[in-house]
């Protein structure tokens, strides 16, 4: 069946603007998580959702990040007023319950502020 | 806070030999935890998911080892070939459900 996917996979903006990344968990899939990968920094967690609520928004840098699901399907992060040190891949991934089940990765979103 | 460390940071071995990656985490109440493999410029692809009540797992040629006790994992695999050069990244989820992730073992199989 069909895997995690993302869009756009690749994004070039200008510093100052907004952009919105999107991401297509597995169908049935309740659990959807956002996840950053920084060069030289890792993996980092940035939010968590159970369904279309968020009970874990700890991870997001700072109040420009923010996020939403929609009929506890497709997910869109949403960055404000882009900085430089945003640049990074966006990863998202899904699974079919909360912890203790495997995550899947989609491909993610290569972001590039100018 | 789950902190995972992976040494070594790359590994190059050649062809046929056998892979030990190791992984270390310093919460010892993991949930689970959770190898992976990426690829330059691509996404993560789940290997194998240990479960906390298990010691370990297999798929193939690979073999994960979970030690609670002493906050280690292992990912061993057989008779490397040169498609296993990858990075390899291990996570352990806690019971706060987010991954928290090692920064990986590049690896090299030299042909």
């Known amino acids: 069946g069909a895997g995690v996917s993302q869009s756009p996979s690749n994004k070039v903006t200008e510093k100052g603007k907004d952009v919105e990344l999107r991401c297509d968990p597995i169908s049935g899939h309740t659990a959807l998580y956002w996840y950053r990968q920084s060069l030289g920094q890792g993996l980092e967690f940035l939010i968590y959702f159970q369904g279309n609520s968020a009970p874990d928004k700890s991870g997001l840098p700072s109040d420009r990040f923010s996020a939403e699901r929609t009929g506890g399907s497709v997910s869109t992060l949403t960055i404000q007023r882009t900085q430089q040190e945003d640049s990074a891949v966006y990863l998202c991934a899904s699974s079919l319950g909360g912890s203790g089940e495997t995550q899947y990765f989609g491909p993610g979103t290569r972001l590039l502020v100018l | ?111």
Request: hydrophobic fraction near 35%.
């Open chain 2, 1 to 111: 806070k789950q902190e995972v460390t992976q040494i070594p940071a790359a590994l190059s071995v050649p062809e046929g030999e056998n892979l030990v990656l190791n992984c270390s985490f310093t919460d010892s109440a993991i949930y689970n935890l959770q190898w992976f493999r990426q690829d330059p410029g691509k996404g993560l692809t789940s290997l194998l998911l240990i479960q906390s009540s298990q010691r370990e797992q297999t798929s193939g040629r690979l073999n994960a080892s979970l030690d609670k006790s002493s906050g280690r994992s292992t990912l061993y695999i057989a008779a490397s070939q040169p498609g296993d050069s990858a990075t390899y990244l291990c996570a352990g989820v806690s019971s706060d459900y987010k991954l928290s992730f090692g920064a990986g073992t590049t690896v090299t199989v030299r042909a």
